[in-house]
């Protein structure tokens, strides 16, 4: 008697040829671990627009798609942050390398925030 799968292929030989295979075979599935049945609930809300019902491979791939879009957010975000910080560190730069014109033009200007 043999029972497989794509992955995982297992040949049990009983002892006597008057074991009927398929009580068998009901026997180690409901004793054993050899077939796990797990219920899902497969009803998404696709990119969170309509309720529908996936497969699991509908679901795992709508799954990484949200993740890879947050992540790109994410880092987009990010990015612009440290965007506006270089800017403001290149005004502090600036700043400094022109010291003394900025001391000067501080002194002698009435409104200084314009020049």
Same mark, same amino acid.
């Given at each position: 008697?043999?029972?497989?799968? /794509?992955? *995982? #292929?297992?040949? $049990?030989?009983?002892?006597?040829?008057?074991?009927?295979?398929? !009580? !068998?075979?009901?026997?180690?599935?409901?004793?054993?671990?050899? /077939?796990?049945?797990?219920? $899902?609930?497969?009803?998404?809300?696709? #990119?969170?627009?309509?309720?529908?019902?996936?497969?699991?491979?509908? =679901?795992?791939?709508?799954?990484?798609?949200?993740?890879?879009?947050? $992540?790109?957010? #994410?880092?987009?975000?990010?990015?612009?942050? *440290?965007? =506006?910080?270089?800017?403001?560190? /290149?005004?502090? $730069?600036?700043?400094? !390398?022109?010291?003394?014109?900025? *001391?000067?033009?501080? #002194?002698?200007?009435?409104?200084?925030?314009?020049?």
């Amino acid at each position: 008697m043999t029972k497989s799968t /794509e992955d *995982i #292929r297992i040949v $049990l030989s009983p002892k006597s040829r008057t074991v009927d295979a398929d !009580l !068998l075979m009901e026997q180690l599935f409901r004793q054993s671990d050899l /077939e796990v049945r797990i219920p $899902l609930n497969l009803n998404v809300l696709d #990119r969170g627009l309509v309720p529908k019902v996936m497969g699991l491979k509908q =679901a795992l791939q709508a799954f990484v798609d949200h993740r890879r879009e947050v $992540l790109e957010r #994410r880092s987009r975000f990010r990015l612009e942050k *440290i965007a =506006a910080r270089l800017e403001v560190l /290149e005004g502090y $730069l600036a700043v400094y !390398l022109n010291l003394d014109k900025v *001391i000067k033009i501080i #002194r002698t200007e009435d409104n200084p925030s314009q020049n």
